[in-house]
DNA sequence: GCCAACGTTGGC
DNA sequence: GCCAACGTTGGC
């Protein structure tokens, strides 16, 4: 399958997956349901990820990765001094997941989600322009895929 | 910084 | 099980 995954470019950028150790880093933090389940149930390794930054000036597509690593239990969730620490998470049933990412490619341009919502009618339903939604990782069709990367 | 949308929590 | 309160996400 291909995905979208988002990250906050000052929390951890596709600069800083670039610069990791052969460029491949757990995506560790996803605190969602709906987002963990993707990674436990459909994600492989392998699957191409649309590297999506958020909040920040410019939000859009900016490069591409894929998946490295099946699911595994997140270590912060059991780290007291982590942000994503979850008391109510025990080791021997973790609670949270995540998978590691491995850097490919920059895009050739930012494709900025203003951008991404003009080409709204060809793109279909799309939980990136859907309303409010929050969805931190979500699967990409192949025909959506193509088509935002045929727009960079 | 604001705020709409949404998910989670906890009292009842 | 309902729902108000609260916290978070993320665009603008």
Same mark, same amino acid.
């Given at each position: 399958?291909?995905w /979208?995954?988002?990250?906050? &470019? ?15 880093? &757990?995506?560790? *933090?996803?605190?969602? =349901? ?11 390794? *392998?699957?191409?990820v649309?590297? =999506? %930054?958020?909040?920040?000036?410019? #939000?859009?597509?900016? @490069?591409?990765m ?5 699911? =595994?239990?997140? #270590? !912060? +969730? ?15 049933? #973790?609670?949270? /997941? ?7 490619? %920059? !895009? %050739?341009?930012?494709?900025?989600? !203003?951008?991404?919502?003009? %080409?709204?009618?060809?793109? @279909?339903?799309? #939980?990136?322009?859907?309303? *409010?939604?929050? /969805?931190?990782?979500? &699967?990409? !069709?192949? +025909?959506?895929?193509? =088509?935002? /990367? *045929?727009?960079?």
């Amino acid at each position: 399958m291909n995905w /979208l995954m988002k990250s906050e &470019p000052d929390a951890f950028s596709i600069d800083d997956l670039k610069a990791c150790k052969k460029g491949i880093e &757990p995506w560790d *933090g996803i605190r969602n =349901y709906q987002a963990r389940n993707f990674m436990r149930d459909s994600m492989s390794v *392998g699957d191409r990820v649309f590297f =999506y %930054h958020s909040n920040c000036k410019v #939000p859009g597509i900016v @490069g591409v990765m894929e998946v490295a690593s099946e699911a =595994y239990p997140d #270590p !912060t +969730q059991f780290d007291p001094k982590s942000k994503y620490f979850d008391e109510s998470s025990k080791p021997e049933e #973790p609670r949270w /997941l995540l998978v590691d990412v491995k850097y490919v490619r %920059h !895009t %050739h341009r930012v494709i900025s989600l !203003t951008e991404i919502k003009e %080409h709204a009618d060809q793109l @279909g339903d799309f #939980p990136l322009i859907r309303k *409010g939604n929050r /969805l931190s990782i979500m &699967p990409v !069709t192949d +025909q959506q895929w193509d =088509y935002l /990367l *045929g727009l960079e």
